[in-house]
């Protein structure tokens, strides 16, 4: 099955930017989603389709996808901003085709 | 708004059956423009997913999960559920039921809020 790696954490003083990866291979070729998940709530989508933004998260979300890393960044980062940082995709050529990565705890300095 | 909020025992006995429900409000389950899915959260863990529910009936299962798995719509209810069989501590997690942006291979947009089921004797 299609395996996604993450970083375990990563910190970030306020006000700086935060990039957080998702590694797979050639998962420039696949649609990559990004979820924030607070703790003690449900996961929220922030950027889906590798760079678009669903209505209401901040243009401070944006994300790329090339070769075999896909990113989140993070701007003038706040520290409501803390939270489990979760990559998806979908693998259809996969037995096991919805697949998300590890996480990342961003962690505001 | 859609509003999804799934309801069912918090504890389940190993080798029992775990049972799920979600009940949809502010849409309607039925819409031919969405699947409806589960996914899983062990505590402290990352996410899961089990599987997923056009209103038609068709799924997608984890295959992981897939022999003891089994999701069905009951569109007269709005509603969607979940059995999970054979149940072990492993199993122990929040179950999130989800609408998805519209097909099965677009991201989840709408969540329950998760419900923590335990398996324990």
């Known amino acids: 099955s299609y395996v996604l790696t993450q970083p375990p954490s990563v910190s970030v003083a306020p006000g700086k930017t935060a990039r957080i990866t998702c590694g797979g291979n050639?998962?420039?070729?696949?649609?990559v989603h990004w979820y924030q998940q607070k703790p003690g709530q449900a996961p929220v989508l922030v950027v889906y389709?590798?760079?678009d933004r669903p209505s209401g998260i901040p243009e401070r979300f944006s994300g790329s996808n090339s070769g075999n890393t896909a990113t989140l960044t993070i701007s003038r980062v706040e520290a409501g901003d803390e939270a489990d940082y979760y990559c998806?995709?979908?693998?259809?050529?996969?037995?096991?085709?919805?697949?998300f990565g590890g996480g990342t705890k961003l962690t505001v300095l | 708004q859609l509003q999804l909020q799934e309801s069912g025992p918090g504890l389940v006995k190993p080798s029992e059956t775990l049972s799920l429900t979600c009940t949809v409000s502010?849409?309607?389950?039925?819409?031919?423009?969405?699947?409806w899915g589960w996914i899983r959260q062990p505590p402290g863990k990352g996410l899961e997913w089990i599987g997923s529910?056009?209103?038609?009936?068709?799924?997608y299962y984890n295959p992981s999960l897939k022999s003891r798995v089994t999701i069905s719509v009951d569109t007269s209810k709005n509603q969607f559920s979940l059995k999970l069989s054979s149940v072990t501590a492993a199993d122990t997690a929040v179950y999130y039921c989800?609408?998805?942006?519209?097909?099965?291979?677009?991201?989840?947009?709408?969540w329950g809020q998760g419900t923590l089921v335990t398996v324990s004797s």
């Open positions: 998806q995709v979908w693998d259809s050529s996969s037995d096991h085709p919805k697949v």
């Open positions: 529910i056009y209103y038609s009936g068709s799924t």
């Open positions: 389709d590798d760079s």
């Open positions: 050639n998962i420039g070729s696949k649609s």
């Open positions: 989800a609408r998805h942006k519209t097909t099965v291979v677009t991201p989840i947009n709408y």
């Open positions: 502010g849409g309607s389950i039925s819409s031919s423009s969405y699947y």
